[in-house]
């Protein structure tokens, strides 16, 4: 930014630095808010994470009605998208 847009290092620490540092912390807090809302969060082997309950349940995408989960239905796709 400073070479390509004349942008004094003032000017970005003042502008561009803090909304960078709302977009992070609003999607770190913005899908750990909504993996909570969603119950996703179980035991995951090491830690708890994105994972399904009980963990041999079978994902409704691929299998439909079959799904015997509690918790984290299709849990590896909120994984792809909130990781």
């Not at 299998?63 to 509690?70: F, N």
């Amino acid at each position: 930014f400073v070479i390509r847009y004349g942008m004094t290092e003032t000017v970005l620490r003042r502008t561009v630095e803090p909304i960078i540092h709302c977009v992070a912390f609003l999607l770190g807090i913005g899908t750990a808010t909504a993996a909570a809302v969603l119950k996703l969060y179980n035991n995951a082997d090491l830690w708890c994470w994105i994972a399904p309950y009980p963990a041999d349940c079978k994902d409704s995408v691929r299998y439909g009605d079959e799904a015997p989960c509690t918790r984290g239905d299709n849990a590896w796709i909120y994984r792809w998208a909130f990781y």
